[in-house]
Nanobody, 122 residues
Framework: QVQLVESGGGLVQVGGSLTLSCAAS????????MGWFRQAPGKEREFVAA????????YYGVSVKGRFTISRDNAKNTVYLQMNSLKPEDTAVYYC???????????????WGQGTQVTVSS
């Protein structure tokens, strides 16, 4: 059974930083793209960032580009999201997502975590 478990969320002040982690189990994701999404109350789920299977390519949503960095450690089957210069509008539940093997890392996702809350206070 594939599981994606996010951690690292919490309460942070405006301008602060947080690093989210997503640990995968049940299969290796070293041959698959991984991504982060978020959903704020009353809003649709929003794409945040994606990374290719080997970490060579990454892509970011417009609202986070330049502030967030996605990375991965395939030996640990884990993907990370470093979030800097946080704003109140970054407040949301952040979800980790994984793909089936060998898909384009910008295409659809097949596995989802339960989410971790990030709250940015002003």
């Amino acid at each position: 059974q594939v599981q994606l478990v996010e951690s690292g969320g919490g309460l942070v002040q405006v301008g602060g930083s947080l690093t989210l982690s997503c640990a995968a189990s049940g299969r290796t994701f070293s041959n698959a793209g991984m991504g982060w999404f978020r959903q704020a109350p009353g809003k649709e789920r929003e794409f945040v960032a994606a990374i290719s299977w080997n970490g060579a390519n990454s892509y970011y949503g417009v609202s986070v580009k330049g502030r967030f960095t996605i990375s991965r450690d395939n030996a640990k089957n884990t993907v990370y999201l470093q979030m800097n210069s946080l704003k109140p509008e970054d407040t949301a539940v952040y979800y980790c997502a994984g793909q089936s093997p060998y898909k384009n890392y910008l295409s659809s996702y097949d596995y989802w975590g339960q989410g971790t809350q990030v709250t940015v206070s002003s």
